[in-house]
């Protein structure tokens, strides 16, 4: 199973296998990881799964579709390697991921 | 104090349900909801989506969903009290004496509460200092457009919100609008006037920039912002607005002594009641295992906490079920001419 790193903003850093097929925030938020709230249940309309995605990774995931950028607008101190954690499906190609969370969500 | 059979807590899909199928057992209610309108996170968050997994309803919209609810319960004339939030609840002999933050009262024997994931608040700056200056000269809604004539305000955000206020201030005020990114999501048209009124020097646009901090004493004197690429640049502004959309806080239903988990209540699968008599909850903000947030488990919630009210609004009435189809009573209540 995929291994992904989850670092809250404090510095703690949870090192997850997360099945293929669920969220980045599935994976979060099933093993009860600090950091990323998911208020609307993965539905891209709240901006509570804001995670930044560690720089060498962020090509590697898959590009944001629609939508997702306007929600990130409402994130919580967005920067250019944000990600809505809900919408990156977690793959084999995502094994090694590594992903911040803001200070707070919202 | 307004006097009703049970409070509602929420004016979305699932507390919607809630006051038809209260209805139909003959319980009166009254709804209060923290958004100036109804329909909770389906008219709040995706008033446009298409929605597949209402049954019985292929395809339908979050506004579609809200209003085919509302003409649903139209025969019941229930109260909405909106944009009010509930502040306290206290228990006074059998009842539930509930306080809104507008000073409205309501006695009632039960208090269901439908409030998905709180109550919607916009969302603020993530700046630390800008705190005293909150509710004075940050603000993140506009009351009186008048007090910005002839001052210079500062306008962060990419939506709607934040352009149709860029352009209606730029009549009488010095707009500079800030942006994270270069796109704006507003409508179209919006964004044109916009990208008009800077060719024609009415509003200065920074995009790519952030608010990086506030300085001042009594009263707000500069900001800073910062672009993307780490360049700081100085900004001299009366005011400062906020245009980030609305977040959903939990707010004061965790002062009143439920049991929660994470930022959600549990409850029986029984009557959704909480571990608080007379008090249940239904919809996203209620959690038992298994537990699914769709509005179609909210409308199962609803069905079974209503019958769960009965006891306390009539405790010498017994309660006899019946369907919409056969009973008279019912159809009554409904208002079905036959």
Redesign the interface.
């Known amino acids: 199973m995929p291994k992904i790193t989850y670092i809250e903003n404090s510095g703690n850093s949870h090192l997850i296998e997360v099945a293929n097929g669920l969220s980045v925030m599935e994976g979060a938020v099933q093993n009860n990881i600090p950091g990323i709230?998911a208020?609307?249940?993965g539905?891209m309309?709240?901006?509570?799964c804001h995670v930044y995605v560690k720089e060498e990774w962020f090509d590697k995931v898959p590009k944001k579709e629609e939508g997702e950028?306007?929600m990130l607008?409402?994130a919580?101190?967005?920067?250019?390697f944000s990600r809505l954690s809900c919408q990156m499906i977690v793959t084999d190609e995502l094994d090694g991921l590594i992903v911040t969370m803001p200070?707070k969500q919202? | 104090m307004i006097k009703t059979d049970t409070l509602i807590i929420g004016a979305g899909p699932v507390g919607l349900f809630c006051v038809h199928q209260l209805g139909i057992i003959g319980l009166k209610c009254e709804v209060v909801d923290n958004l100036d309108k109804i329909g909770g996170?389906c008219i709040e968050?995706?008033p446009d989506?298409p929605i597949y997994d209402i049954p019985a309803v292929p395809e339908c919209t979050g506004e579609g969903l809200t209003n085919n609810l509302i003409e649903q319960i139209k025969a019941f004339k229930t109260n909405f009290h909106l944009d009010e939030r509930v502040e306290e609840i206290k228990k006074v002999e059998k009842k539930w004496i509930t306080k809104t933050n507008k000073g409205t009262e309501f006695e009632s024997s039960s208090i269901i509460i439908a409030a998905g994931?709180g109550s919607f608040e916009p969302?603020k700056f993530?700046t630390k200092e800008i705190e005293k200056y909150e509710g004075k000269e940050i603000l993140y809604s506009i009351r009186d457009k008048t007090v910005f004539k002839d001052k210079t305000v500062c306008i962060f955000?990419?939506?709607d919100s934040a352009l149709d206020w860029a352009i209606e201030l730029s009549n009488t005020s010095k707009v500079i609008l800030v942006?994270?990114?270069d796109?704006f999501?507003g409508m179209q048209a919006s964004v044109d006037k916009v990208n008009q009124l800077k060719e024609e020097g009415k509003i200065e646009v920074y995009t790519k920039y952030?608010l990086d901090s506030v300085q001042g004493k009594e009263k707000i004197e500069n900001i800073t912002i910062k672009h993307?690429d780490g360049t700081i640049k100085e900004i001299k502004t009366d005011y400062v607005l906020g245009f980030?959309?609305l977040?959903?806080q939990l707010g004061p239903i965790a002062e009143w002594g439920l049991n929660l988990d994470k930022?959600t209540v549990p409850v029986n699968t029984e009557n959704f009641e909480t571990n608080k008599e007379g008090i249940f909850a239904i919809g996203?903000i209620c959690s038992y295992p298994g537990k699914l947030?769709l509005i179609l488990s909210g409308f199962h919630e609803g069905a079974l906490a209503a019958r769960g009210c009965f006891k306390y609004a009539k405790p010498d009435e017994k309660y006899r079920f019946e369907f919409t189809t056969s009973s008279k009573t019912v159809k009554d209540r409904l208002g079905v001419k036959e």
Do not use: S, W
């Open positions: 709230d208020d609307c249940g539905a309309a709240c901006a509570t950028e306007d607008d409402m919580y101190e967005p920067n250019k200070e919202g | 996170q968050l995706y989506k994931v969302r993530p955000g990419g939506g942006h994270r990114r796109d999501r952030q993307e980030f959309g977040i959903m930022k996203d947030k």
